[in-house]
């Protein structure tokens, strides 16, 4: 079957660095996307990977291990706003997304 | 770049009433559109891929004659909750597809059903 797997919460300091990991097992795979979902509203884009290796775009990176079936979400310098749940989805075969249940991250001052 | 919009953001309703969504794409043609309902700290869960032009492809355990969707154009799809009940209370949001890969989300729409 096919299944997305990650963290259910995850709590870091004002400044330092996150990572947030995700794995997942698909029927074929056309990508792999992060996105950033605050309390209430739709989630926004972060990134897409279909090729191993990390992309780099502000202070968000996102890896990807497609002989793994790995990918994780860095998040630096981490400010308040950017308290939020972290969505992973893995497109397949069909082009379809299949999601993972989202990373609750808190930030503390 | 490429925006998606819902219409209504947030409607209550009366029990048995029906309500309509709509999901537009304001700058690209979208062949393809999502409908995906997210109850309270939950994941988002498709509920349905509607495709312009043909009928829309419901999930497992959609109910699709209560759940109503029309892809009228290349730039709109319309949910309708026909008959709501509370326990359809949740929100909906919607997205676009373009091209192959890109996938672009409307802001949601919060429905209540008293």
């Known amino acids: 079957g096919q299944n997305i797997d990650q963290p259910t919460e995850m709590t870091a300091t004002e400044g330092a660095i996150v990572q947030i990991n995700c794995t997942y097992q698909?029927?074929?795979?056309?990508?792999l996307f992060w996105y950033q979902q605050h309390a209430g509203e739709a989630p926004t884009f972060l990134s897409y990977?279909?090729l191993d290796g990390l992309e780099e775009k502000g202070r968000f990176s996102s890896f990807l291990s497609r002989s793994k079936g790995y990918s994780y979400l860095l998040l630096k310098e981490l400010q308040m706003k950017d308290s939020a749940s972290y969505l992973c989805?893995?497109?397949?075969?069909?082009?379809?997304?299949?999601w993972g249940a989202g990373t609750k991250l808190i930030i503390k001052p | 770049g490429a925006v998606v919009s819902q219409h209504p953001s947030r409607v209550i309703c009366k029990s048995g009433t029906s309500v309509k969504i709509e999901c537009r794409s304001l700058?690209?043609?979208?062949?393809?559109m999502f409908w995906y309902r997210q109850f309270p700290k939950q994941s988002l869960m498709l509920m349905a891929t509607?495709?312009?032009?043909?009928?829309?492809?419901?999930e497992q355990g959609v109910e699709k004659d209560k759940f109503l969707i029309n892809h009228a154009s290349l730039t709109l799809s319309t949910l309708t909750v026909t008959s709501a009940h509370p326990e359809d209370s949740s929100f909906y949001i919607c997205?676009?597809?373009?091209?192959?890969?890109?996938?672009?989300f409307g802001p949601g729409t919060r429905l209540t059903v008293l």
């Open positions: 700058d690209f043609q979208a062949t393809t």
């Open positions: 997205s676009a597809r373009r091209g192959d890969n890109e996938q672009f």
């Open positions: 509607s495709n312009e032009g043909s009928k829309a492809t419901y």
């Open positions: 990977n279909v």
């Open positions: 698909t029927s074929g795979f056309n990508g």
């Open positions: 989805a893995a497109m397949d075969s069909n082009y379809q997304l299949i």
